[in-house]
């Protein structure tokens, strides 16, 4: 899992038991027996272990219990994440772990726009001639007049 995907598991988990800290549960789910888990199964094993009523402390998930065979449901073939390995070309020059012509957090990046407040696809733009004709429709009416 890549950074941001343990931010958001932590901050979902959180929610659903506000009596384990959200800095807490990112030191559980960067360490090595999670980090290199697919997020949709640590994100399930997570979800049921923070809903069991049991459950004392989000450690309960480094341990063997029916959380893993759930998050193992369902799971078709190609989910599961193979990061290129080390030294290898293939692999973002951005965001490490991630494939250069598959990264997910560049796709998401795409979508959310430039960071500087610009949008991924440009607004569509209006005519210059339109534009000029709502100025002057705003000039004259802040001068009180009519069109």
């Known amino acids: 899992m890549i950074d941001h995907e343990i931010d958001r598991i932590a901050a979902a988990i ?3 038991r506000p009596d384990w800290p959200a800095a807490s549960l990112r030191t ?6 999670l980090r290199d888990r697919p997020r949709r199964d640590v994100a399930v094993a997570m979800t049921w272990v923070a809903c069991d009523s049991a459950t004392l402390t ?3 998930i480094l341990e063997a219990g029916p959380w893993w065979k759930a998050a193992a449901v369902e799971s078709p073939e190609g989910t599961y994440r193979h990061p290129p ?6 692999e973002c020059p951005k965001h490490i772990g ?3 012509h ?12 430039d960071g500087a407040g610009q949008p991924a696809r440009p607004e569509p733009r209006l005519p210059k001639q ?3 004709d709502l ?5 004259q009416a802040l001068r009180g007049e009519r069109p």
């Not at 100025?135 to 000039?139: D, F, L, P």
Request: charged share 25%.
């Open 28 to 33: 559980l789910l960067s360490g090595p027996a």
């Open 135 to 139: 100025a002057q429709a705003a000039r």
């Open 98 to 100: 991630e494939h250069v």
């Open 58 to 60: 989000p450690a309960r």
């Open 85 to 90: 390995r080390a030294g290898r070309d293939d």
């Open 102 to 113: 598959h990264c997910r957090a560049c796709a998401a990046d795409n979508l959310a726009g």
């Open 130 to 132: 339109r534009v000029a």
């Open 14 to 16: 959180n929610r659903l």
